[in-house]
Nanobody, 117 residues
Framework: QVQLVESGGGLVQPGGSLRLSCAASGSTFGFSHMGWYRQAPGRQRELVATVTSGGSTVYADSVKGRFTISRDDAKNTVDLQMNSLKSEDTAVYYC???????????WGQGTQVTVSS
């Protein structure tokens, strides 16, 4: 049973930074893609960033140059460093792990990020 636990969310002023962390357990994750998605009120859940088992990254256009995703396979964690935060970044951020061959997805419960002055 795969479990993903997010941490690091909170309230930050525009222009500030937060670092989200996701701790994965219950499996081996070396062949997985890990990533972050977000969902704002009244909006569809959207991709923020993903990183493959080989370290390749994909970012949403809206966060390129501001966010950085990284994974530590020794600790089974995936982090999202968020800089230069904007009010439009306000959302619940969800950790995701996916095995591309099977298409199996697992989700964390989410962590709230609020960007406001």
């Amino acid at each position: 049973q795969v479990q993903l636990v997010e941490s690091g969310g909170g309230l930050v002023q525009p222009g500030g930074s937060l670092r989200l962390s996701c701790a994965a357990s219950g499996s081996t994750f070396g062949f997985s893609h890990m990533g972050w998605y977000r969902q704002a009120p009244g909006r569809q859940r959207e991709l923020v960033a993903t990183v493959t088992s080989g370290g390749s990254t994909v970012y949403a256009d809206s966060v390129k140059g501001r966010f950085t995703i990284s994974r530590d396979d020794a600790k089974n964690t995936v982090d999202l460093q968020m800089n230069s935060l904007k009010s439009e970044d306000t959302a619940v951020y969800y950790c995701n792990v996916k095995w591309p061959v099977s298409g199996t997805n697992y989700w964390g419960q989410g962590t709230q990020v609020t960007v406001s002055s």
